[in-house]
């Protein structure tokens, strides 16, 4: 990337100015992070800030690809159009968080080398959002689960320090406000619907509430940052729990799933669903690789 603005290049419409391919997620649009000021500011550690938008980055870049799964398999068209916009919304905040990753790392990776050529473990996504994506009552819950907890995560980073993080965060807060409107009211059309929907819905609770603990759980890494997830739980699980209440839906009792020799996604450790997933998200990339479009 040889703009002097790591953003300019984002921003760019029409043939790349460098030369490079841009594989992940096209051109030819206004970001509006351009010209934010990309120096860290003092007292953050540059690998600490990159660390973090790595793990941020790669949420939303995973679940993005686990919504457009839906095209062609939601319930109906409507819904794949929305479910498609929620995606891109998310691949918009990914491409941001993973380029704002490169650019700190020192690795000289833009955005398409972080998402096509890395391993499983090199990911820094939670588990919650690589889950296969079962029906569609399992889709309404994890959309729930993370962007109430994202939205709530955003608006207050969107004060942090890091000007470009802060943007970040100002901007995707908006846009999961959205998603966390969508989600909710398809629980409760879902949770008091009919019998069979009531059904699926305490089904796909108890599925996926567990994973949710992840999202309160601090990493080392935030903590250096100022950023406490655990801050989290109280203002989310309340939120939820007046949708749960709304959808005649009980708030599950199970434990948070348990890590791996105290580790989890942020540390690189997933389930099996992440491998098939990076498989298909990065497979024309690794097929014709240096390849221009």
């Given at each position: 990337?040889?703009?002097?603005?790591?953003?300019?290049?984002?921003?760019?419409?029409?043939?790349?100015?460098?030369?490079?391919?841009?594989?992940?997620?096209?051109?030819?649009?206004?970001?509006?992070l351009l010209g934010v000021d990309a120096a860290p500011p003092a007292g953050i550690d540059p690998a600490d800030l990159a660390a973090y938008c790595l793990m941020l980055g790669?949420?939303?870049?995973?679940?993005?690809?686990?919504?457009?799964?839906?095209?062609?398999?939601?319930?109906?068209?409507?819904?794949?159009?929305?479910?498609?916009?929620?995606?891109?919304?998310?691949?918009g905040q990914a491409r941001r968080l993973l380029t704002r990753a490169g650019q700190l790392d020192g690795s000289g990776r833009d955005e398409d080398r972080l998402a096509y050529w890395?391993?499983?473990?090199d990911y820094r996504n939670v588990r919650l959002v690589e889950l296969e994506n079962g029906d569609f009552a399992q889709c309404v819950v994890r959309l729930l689960l993370f962007a109430t907890?994202?939205?709530?995560?955003?608006?207050?980073?969107?004060?942090?320090?890091?000007?470009?993080?802060?943007?970040?965060?100002?901007?995707?807060?908006?846009?999961?406000?959205?998603?966390?409107?969508?989600?909710?009211?398809?629980?409760?059309?879902?949770?008091?619907?009919?019998?069979q929907s009531h059904r699926r819905?305490?089904?796909?609770?108890?599925?996926?509430?567990?994973?949710?603990?992840?999202?309160?759980?601090?990493?080392?890494?935030?903590?250096r940052l100022g950023?406490?997830?655990?801050?989290?739980?109280?203002?989310?699980?309340?939120?939820?729990?007046?949708?749960?209440?709304?959808?005649?839906?009980?708030?599950?009792e199970t434990a948070g799933r348990a890590y791996v020799d105290g580790r989890a996604g942020r540390h690189g450790v997933h389930t099996e669903a992440l491998g098939p997933l990076l498989a298909e998200l990065q497979v024309v990339a690794r097929a014709h690789p240096g390849a221009t479009w």
């Amino acid at each position: 990337m040889t703009d002097e603005h790591v953003y300019l290049s984002l921003a760019e419409a029409g043939p790349e100015p460098d030369g490079e391919a841009r594989w992940a997620y096209g051109t030819g649009f206004a970001d509006p992070l351009l010209g934010v000021d990309a120096a860290p500011p003092a007292g953050i550690d540059p690998a600490d800030l990159a660390a973090y938008c790595l793990m941020l980055g790669d949420d939303a870049l995973v679940l993005s690809q686990r919504l457009i799964q839906w095209i062609t398999r939601a319930p109906e068209l409507e819904e794949e159009v929305a479910l498609a916009n929620l995606g891109l919304d998310l691949l918009g905040q990914a491409r941001r968080l993973l380029t704002r990753a490169g650019q700190l790392d020192g690795s000289g990776r833009d955005e398409d080398r972080l998402a096509y050529w890395r391993e499983d473990f090199d990911y820094r996504n939670v588990r919650l959002v690589e889950l296969e994506n079962g029906d569609f009552a399992q889709c309404v819950v994890r959309l729930l689960l993370f962007a109430t907890a994202r939205e709530e995560l955003y608006r207050r980073l969107a004060h942090h320090a890091d000007p470009v993080l802060a943007a970040v965060a100002a901007l995707g807060a908006k846009e999961l406000a959205y998603h966390r409107e969508y989600a909710s009211s398809w629980t409760v059309r879902l949770g008091d619907g009919t019998e069979q929907s009531h059904r699926r819905m305490l089904a796909a609770l108890e599925v996926l509430w567990p994973w949710l603990e992840e999202l309160f759980t601090p990493h080392e890494v935030e903590l250096r940052l100022g950023v406490d997830p655990s801050e989290l739980r109280a203002p989310v699980l309340a939120a939820l729990e007046r949708v749960l209440a709304e959808a005649t839906l009980p708030v599950p009792e199970t434990a948070g799933r348990a890590y791996v020799d105290g580790r989890a996604g942020r540390h690189g450790v997933h389930t099996e669903a992440l491998g098939p997933l990076l498989a298909e998200l990065q497979v024309v990339a690794r097929a014709h690789p240096g390849a221009t479009w």
